[in-house]
């Protein structure tokens, strides 16, 4: 009797002792692949920092003075597309939410999506071939014009491969997740509010200034910082689409442009030997933790906003 | 009483005193393409001077009408729905441009000898073709499956059905969040640094492209199964326990089946994002004219890093670097087709799949 009793629980514990064990393990995997990536990157990471040889930096004194323009073209680029995509993309949000007919707004939002979809080689291929030479004559006209804003300083590029191009083409791929983020946001938005504003007589903008945009504001930041972590980190569109040397300017129409980490690290990566690739392998650590700060301040604005809420 | 209140007070007047009429938009949209074509013409700016005139011709004058017939509360939400409109058709006006010029120089290329042919021994403008860039990201985006969906699955199994609220399950969700901002190159140097610790240097192999892809692929899957796991609702685990059915049962008889549309559909937009990847596999995986099928040594072609490399080639106006650009578009035309396929058939099984949860 005992034992008829006890075997199926025996079984039972070990099927359940087997699955959990599984599943936590899978967890844990994580934990530990992310320990590694930090583990590998630092120890592969350190001996490119602390060499001696001056190929290593690619003719520069040192780690700093090597990473720091890459840094800065990094940030320029990723700050471009934000101030591009970021109106664009409420825009876009604010439509598929409010303005569109049911039917349509479906369907616009599919095709939203799809801008997410495409691989960012393919941005990269039609940025290089297309867009960098139609962007090239406005940029002319920039520097004839505007050539006493510094950012329009010019003389302008020839071939139209610039940082605004490539902050252009960032934008175009960072646009989907903030307008993901923004709709997900103003859906959010008390239904019972925006009811009242339309009942008291306001029109369609004023109902999104006054019942929309107050409540989305802390979802927005943190949408746009998860697209400039995005922005941060792309690497194949800025490495097409940009005509790269290690100037630090702020003239966006320019020959001479400052290259980004990722967009460096993959040009570069192919003709470097030996410890030359651990400098790359250090840079690529620097992004890391720079994104890495993004996302978390992101995700900290997402919570704290959730909690409020 | 109060019922002839408004008559007796208002003076009477209709309801669309004041208010433009409903064909207004209409009728502007016709004068401002009007004058499009007239400013186009006259000054031969062509079609994009075309859309600019008609475009803020359209945002000033509905505006302006409504300012003078209507109220300026009015003109402003006029001014601000054609702008929020308009922001919308820049949006998406890359994607048609993007779409329009990879059909139109990728299809020329397309034929039975490009999908079927490599590129060894291809010189000049001779018939090369992808056959070895194909087998390459099947091989490596299969191998990454295999790897990241059992771990993303059973993560989320865990976080949901175990670990809720354990401090472990905290850390993993916090973890994952984290890895789902690795940048796609970071990954790569991650494998690249993996496989020189373990294999010393300059060791090139499509399982380490697998890794980096699996890195950026995990926390997709476990996010998306998450969710999915989130909506079975408690009452069907709940009868399972009260029949008896030890946990571990129920969670592969009852609550995955319950979840399994979601959990494919999930699976599938991740296996379409890190198909496309490139960064990681020019760096680990490399570039091959010719097949190779043993991911473990080697370099090995795949589709994103062919377009890279043929893009890198078609640079100048020899016949090899125009032949080559154009393999770079005829590769990025199956690429987007592959990838847009999958997402296709993730919404296909999403809906097919759909009404499961729906009790």
């Keep these: 009797m005992t034992t008829t009793d006890a075997s199926p629980r025996v079984g039972r514990r070990l099927g359940d002792l087997l699955f959990a064990g599984t599943a936590r393990a899978a967890g844990i995997t994580i934990l530990i692949a992310l320990a590694g990536v930090a583990t590998f990157l630092i120890v592969e990471g350190i001996p490119g920092i602390v060499t001696t040889q001056s190929s290593a930096f690619a003719g520069k004194a040192s780690f700093v003075s090597y990473t720091w323009?890459?840094?800065?073209?990094?940030?320029?680029?990723?700050?471009?597309?934000?101030?591009?995509?970021?109106?664009?993309?409420?825009?876009?949000?604010?439509?598929?939410?409010?303005?569109?007919?049911?039917?349509?707004?479906?369907?616009?939002?599919?095709?939203?999506?799809?801008?997410?979809?495409?691989?960012s080689v393919v941005y990269g291929l039609w940025g290089a071939t297309l867009l960098a030479p139609k962007m090239q004559p406005t940029y002319a006209w920039l520097a004839d014009h505007l050539s006493f804003i510094p950012f329009f300083a010019g003389p302008a590029s020839a071939t139209g491969r610039t940082i605004l191009t490539a902050g252009v083409v960032l934008a175009i791929m960072v646009l989907p997740i903030i307008t993901a983020i923004c709709r997900e946001i103003f859906a959010q938005t008390p239904a019972l509010h925006r009811e009242a504003a339309l009942a008291l007589g306001a029109t369609r903008w004023e109902m999104i200034k006054m019942a929309v945009f107050p409540y989305a504001r802390s979802g927005l930041v943190s949408g746009v910082m998860l697209g400039l972590g995005r922005a941060l980190g792309e690497t194949m569109a800025v490495a097409m689409v940009l005509s790269a040397s290690s100037a630090v300017t702020f003239n966006l129409i320019g020959s001479q442009n400052p290259s980004t980490i990722a967009a460096n690290i993959a040009l570069s990566f192919g003709e470097r030997t030996g410890v030359e690739r651990n400098t790359l392998i250090a840079t690529g650590l620097v992004l890391f933790v720079i994104t890495f700060i993004v996302n978390f301040l992101a995700r900290g604005i997402v919570a704290r906003g959730r909690k409020g809420s | 009483m109060s019922s002839t209140f408004p008559s007796s007070t208002l003076p009477p007047r209709s309801l669309t005193a004041n208010a433009l009429p409903r064909w207004a938009p209409l009728l502007v949209a016709v004068v401002s393409a009007g004058l499009g074509v007239l400013a186009s013409v006259l000054f031969s700016w062509g079609v994009a001077g075309l859309v600019l005139v008609a475009g803020s011709a359209m945002l000033l004058l509905l505006p302006l009408w409504s300012a003078v017939v209507e109220n300026g509360r009015k003109a402003k939400d006029r001014l601000m729905t054609g702008l929020v409109w308009s922001t919308l058709a820049v949006a998406l006006l890359p994607l048609v441009s993007l779409l329009w010029k990879v059909i139109s120089k990728g299809a020329p290329q397309i034929n039975g000898d490009f999908l079927t042919y490599t590129m060894r021994n291809v010189i000049l403008a001779q018939q090369g073709g992808i056959y070895h860039a194909l087998i390459g990201t099947l091989l490596v985006t299969v191998m990454a499956g295999i790897i990241s969906i059992p771990i993303g699955i059973f993560c989320a199994i865990y976080l949901i059905e175990y670990g809720a609220g354990s401090r472990l399950a905290q850390a993993i969700t916090f973890l994952v969040d984290v890895m789902t901002g690795i940048p796609s190159i970071v990954a790569g140097l991650f494998a690249y640094a993996l496989l020189v610790a373990l294999l010393g240097p300059g060791t090139q192999m499509a399982f380490g492209g697998?890794?980096?892809?699996?890195?950026?692929?995990?926390?997709?899957?476990?996010?998306?199964?998450?969710?999915?796991?989130?909506?079975?609702?408690?009452?069907?685990?709940?009868?399972?326990?009260?029949?008896?059915?030890?946990?571990?049962?129920?969670?592969?008889?009852?609550?995955?089946?319950?979840?399994?549309?979601?959990?494919?559909?999930?699976?599938?937009?991740?296996?379409?994002?890190?198909?496309?990847?490139?960064?990681?596999?020019?760096?680990?995986?490399?570039?091959?004219?010719?097949?190779?099928?043993?991911?473990?040594?080697?370099?090995?072609?795949?589709?994103?890093?062919?377009?890279?490399?043929?893009?890198?080639?078609?640079?100048?106006?020899?016949?090899?670097?125009?032949?080559?650009?154009?393999?770079?578009?005829?590769?990025?035309?199956?690429?987007?087709?592959?990838v847009m396929a999958l997402n296709l058939l993730a919404r296909f099984i999403g809906k097919i799949f759909a009404p499961k949860t729906g009790r």
């Excluded at chain 2, 559909?265 to 991740?270: H, N």
Aim: with cysteine; glycine share 8%; aromatic share 6%.
């Design chain 1, 69 to 119: 323009p890459l840094v800065f073209g990094t940030v320029l680029a990723a700050v471009i597309a934000l101030l591009i995509a970021t109106p664009l993309a409420v825009g876009a949000a604010l439509v598929i939410g409010f303005y569109a007919p049911r039917r349509l707004a479906t369907p616009l939002g599919y095709m939203i999506d799809l801008l997410a979809a495409v691989p």
């Design chain 2, 210 to 338: 697998a890794i980096a892809l699996s890195l950026l692929m995990i926390p997709v899957v476990v996010r998306s199964t998450e969710e999915m796991l989130k909506l079975v609702p408690n009452d069907l685990r709940e009868a399972a326990y009260a029949l008896g059915v030890p946990k571990w049962r129920t969670i592969a008889k009852v609550v995955l089946p319950t979840a399994l549309s979601g959990i494919i559909t999930g699976v599938t937009l991740a296996i379409a994002r890190v198909i496309g990847e490139t960064a990681p596999l020019v760096i680990i995986c490399g570039m091959t004219d010719g097949v190779n099928t043993n991911p473990f040594s080697q370099a090995m072609a795949t589709l994103p890093v062919f377009i890279y490399s043929t893009f890198q080639e078609g640079t100048g106006t020899s016949v090899s670097a125009i032949a080559n650009a154009d393999r770079a578009w005829g590769a990025a035309l199956v690429l987007i087709v592959i």
